[in-house]
């Protein structure tokens, strides 16, 4: 069974060595330290790599056949749907607690 030290381990993840040793330390990744150094095994690493699959929130590649929305951004407006009005000048002082004067009235 093959082992890696912090650095080759980090290296084998695409992490950096700080950030293994975080996971190390928060039990995320299996390791041991049987003197100064810190020890991974392989299948450990392997299997980290592995639970990563299982929890990740992006789409499975297995999928990409699907049909895609045509525009990805979240500010675009889509027609048919109600596009809300800007706020006003006044509004944006409520907002920021700006003292606003009010409009003179018509006599």
Sequence with gaps: MKTYALEEAAAFLYLSPATLRQKVKSGEVKAVKPGRRWVFLEADLVSYLHSLYASSREAPLSGCDKEKPLCHS??????????????????????????????????
């Design 74 to 107: 979240t500010n675009a407006a889509t027609p048919g749907w109600y596009a809300s009005q800007r706020p006003t000048e006044s509004e944006y002082a409520t907002l920021l607690g700006l003292p606003t004067s009010k409009p003179p009235r018509n006599i």
